[in-house]
């Protein structure tokens, strides 16, 4: 199985873990842990997240799962032979807007 990590979604978990780390670096640490306990999930069983509506057709078959233990959302796409992850996004985010769309499921 593989992951595919779009640069975004570096950036997205990079920027949440330096937010965390100035109040809590316990806290950013396991919010990164719970990051890649979900994309290792995933890459096994990637039809475990839920599916968006968006009316792009690029972003057909893109899906979300929330991270456990967070309020952070993991967005992402299954591949032939695993997962490639788009974005993470706070769930009080407007996915939909960030995404290019001015709704999603």
């Known amino acids: 199985m593989a992951v595919v990590r779009r640069i ?7 920027e949440i873990s330096d937010y965390l ?3 809590n670096p316990a806290a950013a640490s396991r ?5 890649e306990n979900a994309i290792e999930r ?6 475990l997240g839920r599916a968006c509506r968006f009316r792009d057709p690029a972003l057909a078959g893109v899906r979300k799962r929330l991270i456990h233990g967070t ?3 993991l967005y992402y796409r299954p591949i032939d032979d695993g997962i ?3 974005r993470i996004l706070h769930g009080a985010r407007d996915a939909g807007r960030i995404f290019g769309e001015s709704d999603e499921d």
């Not at 975004?8 to 990079?14: R, T, V, Y």
């Not at 919010?31 to 990051?35: G, K, N, P, R, S």
């Not at 995933?42 to 039809?47: D, G, I, Q, T, Y």
């Open 8 to 14: 975004q979604a570096i950036l997205d978990l990079q």
């Open 21 to 23: 780390c100035q109040f």
């Open 31 to 35: 919010f990164l842990d719970a990051a």
């Open 42 to 47: 995933l890459e096994s069983s990637p039809r």
């Open 71 to 73: 309020r952070y959302m």
């Open 84 to 86: 490639e992850v788009l």
